[in-house]
């Protein structure tokens, strides 16, 4: 792989680590940022499945739609799908708690689920990846 495109790769995968971490301090808070934290779950995933799209030269179109890109990713891998699955759901938290409205906000369990599941997401895209393109 070119070195511009392991770079950009690593890029993608940094900064689901800084969304994990980010989620992680959340929950910790007292009280805890849940709206926050499902939010950066959310974004975690996203940015370790566009990374690793951009790792084995596959477009994506600008989206925040968890199914589309893991369906392109279970393309290129599809034992993949197992994980991907349920990091599906965190989709919806790209915008749900980021504006005034009436959704109920999901228990501390729930949100420590979804950090689980977008843990889960990050760790099988990245171990799937060469070693040079890990963070």
């Known amino acids: 792989m070119q070195p511009e495109k392991v770079k950009e790769v690593r890029a993608w995968f940094r ?31 996203e940015k370790s499945l566009k990374g690793f799209l951009t790792a084995h030269d596959c477009p994506y179109r600008k989206t925040h739609d968890l199914d589309e890109l893991g369906k392109a990713c279970e393309t290129i ?13 965190l989709t919806i938290f790209a915008w749900e708690f980021r504006y005034p409205g009436d959704s109920e906000v999901p228990s501390v369990v729930e949100a420590r689920q979804a950090l689980a599941t977008a843990q889960a997401a990050y760790d099988a895209l990245l171990t799937r990846l060469q070693q040079d393109c890990r963070p």
């Open 15 to 45: 900064k689901a680590t800084n969304d994990l971490r980010g989620a992680d301090i959340d929950l910790a808070a007292s009280p805890p940022l849940i709206e926050d934290a499902l939010f950066h779950c959310q974004q975690a995933v």
């Open 77 to 89: 891998d599809d034992s993949l799908t197992a994980t991907l699955t349920p990091a599906r759901d």
